[in-house]
C-alpha cells in the first residue's frame, strides 16, 4: 500500500514537470542600467519577456553618477550580470579589462554587421572597442547650445555663432539686469563636466589628441586651451551661474534668468514641455558656437558581459534581449525618441514620420539632423575615465579662477601620458 | 590535567574573532593594497613599496584635501560642542512647549546626510535659494550670492551644513552630563555667585569637562571623516575647494579606480585622527582617560 501511494506521488511528480516544460528551462537574464526612466525600462522589459517565453530579466539599477564603479565591483565580485548599459567613455577600459564580450561572440553570424550598418558614425566609433562592435546603441545624443529666443529677441540680440559673440550677448543682457545670462551645469564627478568642455573645444574645431594618442590641448593655440581660457573669463565676469544638475538647470532656465546653456540635447525636450514648464517653447537650439560648430556625440549602448557570452544558453537570450532593445525595427529606439526625446544611433529613424512629429514639438528637427550630422566621437581609450576623473577637478578649478589655464592644461596633459605609459607597461 | 578553565584566553575567541574577521583581516588588507599598485580596471597587482604614499602626498589634490579636513574640523568640532552645550544649557530650563523644542533639536539626527544635503543645497541655492531670497528681501545683496560654487565660501557652507546635523547628538550628551550635576551645589552656586558666566566658568564647566572632551574627540573624528554631505552638495568642489581626506579616499578608489592610492590616503587619514585624539585630550586633560 506504502509503495502504491509512493509511486503516485512520484507519478504526479514528474507528470507535473511535463506539463510545465517551461520552468526547468527558464532563464533568467540579469540586466544591470543606471537608474533613468525606470518604468519605461521595466515596461520594455516585460514586452521582451512577452515576446520571448522562458526568458526573464531582472533589472537592477544604479545612480548614474556612481553607475560606473557600482558595476565594476558588482563584475569584480562575480555577482551574475548578463548585460549592461555601457557608456563611451568606459567601454575600452571594459574591453581590455575583459568584463564585456563583443556582440558578434554572442550573435548570429552576419547579423552585427548588418545593424552596424544602419549606425550613425560618431555612435559606431563609440561601441567599438579593438576594432570589435561591442555594443548597439542604447541612446545617442549631442551636447546642444541652448538659448531663450524670447529673451534674445527682446534684447534685440542675434543668436551667437562665436563664443565671444556669446560673451558680447552675455555682457549686453548683464547691463540690461540679467544678473547670469549663462547657467553651467557644473558637477566636476559626471562624466557629463568634461563632454560639455569637448563639445565646446569641438566647436572651435580642436582635437584634443593627434592619432597617437598624445595630448594637444596644453598649446594654448589649442582650441580646447581657448575655451577653457574663455570659460574662465565668462566666470570672472560674472556672467555664469552654476548648477550641478540639468534637473535644477531646466529649472531655473525657465525662470527666465538665464539665456543661455550647454547640456545634452535632450534636455531641450525637457525645457519645452507645455506640460511642466511655463516658458515651454521659448528654448531653442543653435549651432556651438565656433568656426566650424561641430559638437560632441556619443553613444550609451546595451553591452553583454563576457561572463553571458561564455554560457552558450546565457549568451543566445543576451542577444535575444540586446536586439529586441536595439534592433530592427527598432522600436524600442523610437519609443524613448518619441516619449523621452532622447537621441538615437540607428539611422533609419532620422526618417520616421512618427520620430519627425514627436521631435517636432521640441525642436527644429532640421537642425538637430543638421548637428547630428556634424558631430564628432570623443577619443576613449582605457583610461580615459581614470584620467577624466583626474582632469575634471582641474578643469572646476580654472573655470572658476582657483588654478590658472596653463597650469591645468599641463597637469591634465602630464597626467594622460603619465596613464597611458603605465597602461603600455601593464 | 587539561580543562578549560586552565586556558581561559580559549573563552576570549568567540569575542576576537568577530574582531579578527572585520577590523583586523580589512585593515590588514587594505595595508597590503596600500602597498601594491591596484587600479582595478587595469591588470595585475605589482608590489610598489612606498610608491603610493609618496605619489598621493606629493599630489596637489591630497595637500588641498589636507588642507580643507584640517580647516573643516577646526570649524566644526567646536562649533558643535559650543552651540550644543548653549542649546542643552536652554533645554534644562523647563518652560511652555520646551518637550516640542526638544524635539524638534533632535530632527536633524534623524535625516540621512543626502537629504540633509539636498535642504542645505536648496537653502543657499543661487536662483531659488532661501537664503538669498531672504538677504535680498532685507536688502542687503542686490545680487545672488553663489554660496556653494564660489571656491571662497563653499567650505564654510558645507561645514555649516555639516554642524547642523551634528548638534543633536551633541545636545543628548550634553544634556545627560548636566543632569548628573547635584542640584544643591548649582542651587549654592546660584546664591554665592549671581553671575551667571561666572558660575557656568567654575561651577558647571568642571562639572561637564568629560563630556566636552567626549564631544569635542568624537567631532574632530566625525568632521575630519565626514564624507557624504560634501559629496551631495558639493562633489568635493568647486575644483577642490571643499575636498576631504575622506572624499579623496572615494575619488582615488572609485572615482579613479587607484586602490593602491586610496588605501595610502586612508591609512594617512588614521594616523592624522590618532594624533589629534591625542592632541585633544592633552590639551583638555579631564580624568575621561585616567588609568585610575
New interface residues.
Given amino acids: 500500500m506504502q509503495l502504491r501511494k509512493l509511486l503516485a506521488v512520484a507519478a504526479l511528480i514528474s507528470g507535473a514537470a511535463v506539463v510545465h516544460p517551461a520552468s526547468s528551462q527558464d532563464l533568467t537574464l540579469e540586466f544591470v542600467v543606471w537608474n533613468y526612466s525606470l518604468e519605461t525600462v521595466q515596461d520594455n522589459v516585460k514586452q521582451f519577456e512577452a515576446a520571448n517565453p522562458g526568458i526573464k530579466v531582472n533589472v537592477t539599477d544604479y545612480a548614474w553618477p556612481d553607475y560606473q564603479d557600482s558595476l565594476i565591483l558588482r563584475i569584480r565580485g562575480n555577482t551574475p550580470t548578463d548585460i549592461v548599459y555601457g557608456g563611451q567613455d568606459w567601454l575600452p577600459a571594459w574591453g581590455a579589462a575583459g568584463f564585456i564580450a563583443p556582440l558578434d561572440s554572442v550573435a548570429p553570424d552576419g547579423a552585427v554587421a548588418e545593424l552596424s550598418g544602419d549606425i550613425a558614425g560618431f555612435a559606431l566609433t563609440d561601441v567599438t572597442y579593438d576594432g570589435k562592435v561591442y555594443g548597439l546603441p542604447y541612446y545617442s545624443d549631442t551636447i546642444s547650445f541652448i538659448y531663450n529666443k524670447k529673451i534674445l529677441e527682446d534684447a534685440g540680440i542675434a543668436v551667437p555663432t562665436t563664443w565671444e559673440e556669446v560673451t558680447a550677448a552675455a555682457e549686453q543682457l548683464k547691463a540690461g539686469g540679467m544678473d547670469r545670462p549663462i547657467i553651467y551645469e557644473y558637477n566636476q564627478e559626471l562624466p557629463n563636466f568634461y563632454d560639455a568642455f569637448v563639445a565646446q573645444a569641438y566647436g572651435r574645431g580642436a582635437e584634443l589628441f593627434d592619432a597617437d594618442l598624445n595630448p594637444l590641448f596644453a598649446d594654448p593655440e589649442n582650441g580646447a586651451f581657448k575655451q577653457l581660457e574663455w570659460i574662465a573669463d565668462a566666470y570672472a565676469k560674472e556672467l555664469v551661474q552654476s548648477d550641478n544638475h540639468e534637473s535644477t538647470i531646466i529649472t531655473a532656465m525657465n525662470t527666465g534668468n538665464h539665456a543661455f546653456t550647454i547640456v545634452y540635447t535632450y534636455v531641450l525636450a525637457a525645457l519645452n514641455d507645455a506640460a511642466t514648464q511655463p516658458l515651454a517653447g521659448q528654448f531653442a537650439l543653435a549651432p556651438m558656437p565656433g568656426d566650424t560648430h561641430a559638437t560632441l556625440g556619443f553613444a550609451k549602448s546595451y553591452v553583454v558581459t563576457a561572463a553571458a557570452a561564455a554560457d552558450p544558453a546565457r549568451a543566445e537570450a543576451a542577444w535575444k534581449f540586446v536586439d529586441f532593445m536595439a534592433g530592427k525595427p527598432y522600436a524600442v529606439a523610437k519609443r524613448w525618441a518619441v516619449e523621452k526625446g532622447l537621441g538615437f544611433g540607428q539611422l533609419p529613424l532620422f526618417e520616421d514620420q512618427e520620430v519627425i512629429e514627436a521631435w517636432g514639438k521640441w525642436a527644429d528637427v532640421n537642425a538637430l539632423g543638421e548637428q547630428a550630422s556634424i558631430a564628432k566621437a570623443g577619443t576613449y581609450t582605457e583610461f580615459s575615465s581614470v584620467w577624466s576623473a583626474y582632469f575634471r577637478p582641474l578643469l572646476a578649478q580654472a573655470m572658476v579662477g582657483d588654478a590658472s589655464v596653463d597650469q591645468v592644461m599641463k597637469d591634465g596633459a602630464q597626467r594622460w601620458t603619465e596613464l597611458k605609459e603605465q597602461f603600455a607597461n601593464r | 590535567m587539561w580543562t578549560i578553565n586552565r586556558f581561559p584566553a580559549i573563552w576570549l575567541i568567540p569575542a576576537l574573532l568577530p574582531v579578527v574577521l572585520m577590523t583586523l583581516y580589512p585593515v590588514g588588507y587594505a595595508l597590503w593594497t596600500s602597498l601594491h599598485e591596484v587600479?582595478?580596471?587595469?591588470?595585475?597587482e605589482p608590489f610598489v613599496g612606498l610608491e603610493n604614499y609618496r605619489r598621493v602626498v606629493a599630489s596637489?589634490?591630497f595637500q588641498d584635501a589636507l588642507r580643507n579636513s584640517l580647516v573643516f574640523t577646526a570649524l566644526a568640532a567646536p562649533s558643535v560642542v559650543v552651540i550644543g552645550t548653549l542649546i542643552a544649557l536652554f533645554l534644562q530650563h523647563g518652560f511652555f512647549g520646551s518637550q516640542v523644542v526638544r524635539s524638534v533639536v533632535l530632527l536633524p539626527w534623524v535625516l540621512p546626510g543626502a537629504i540633509s544635503a539636498v535642504l542645505w543645497?536648496w537653502v543657499f541655492?543661487?536662483?531659488?535659494g532661501m537664503l538669498n531670497g531672504v538677504l535680498r528681501s532685507l536688502g542687503l545683496i542686490d545680487?545672488?550670492i553663489?554660496w556653494?560654487?564660489?571656491?571662497d565660501t563653499a567650505l564654510t557652507v558645507v561645514a555649516i551644513a555639516h554642524v547642523w546635523t551634528q548638534i543633536p547628538f551633541a545636545v543628548v550628551l550634553m544634556m545627560a552630563a548636566l543632569s548628573t550635576i547635584n542640584s544643591e551645589t548649582l542651587e549654592a552656586a546660584s546664591i554665592d555667585c549671581p553671575n551667571p558666566f561666572k558660575r557656568f566658568r567654575y561651577v558647571i564647566v568642571p562639572e561637564i569637562k568629560s563630556m566636552i572632551v567626549v564631544l569635542l574627540v568624537y567631532n574632530a573624528l566625525t568632521a575630519f571623516t565626514s564624507y557624504d554631505l560634501v559629496?551631495a552638495m558639493?562633489?568635493?568642489?568647486?575644483?577642490?575647494?571643499t575636498?576631504l581626506l575622506s572624499f579623496q579616499i572615494w575619488?582615488e578608489s572609485?572615482?579613479?579606480?587607484?586602490f593602491g592610492a586610496g588605501s595610502a590616503v586612508a591609512f594617512i587619514v588614521v594616523v592624522i585622527s590618532a594624533v589629534l585624539i591625542v592632541a585633544i585630550t592633552r590639551a583638555l586633560p579631564s580624568d575621561l582617560f585616567a588609568s585610575e
Avoid at chain 2, 39 to 44: A, E, V
Fill in positions: 587600479m582595478i580596471l587595469f591588470p595585475g596637489n589634490y543645497v541655492h543661487p536662483s531659488f545680487a545672488p553663489h556653494l560654487t564660489n571656491p559629496y558639493t562633489g568635493g568642489g568647486p575644483g577642490t575647494a575636498t575619488r572609485f572615482s579613479m579606480y587607484d
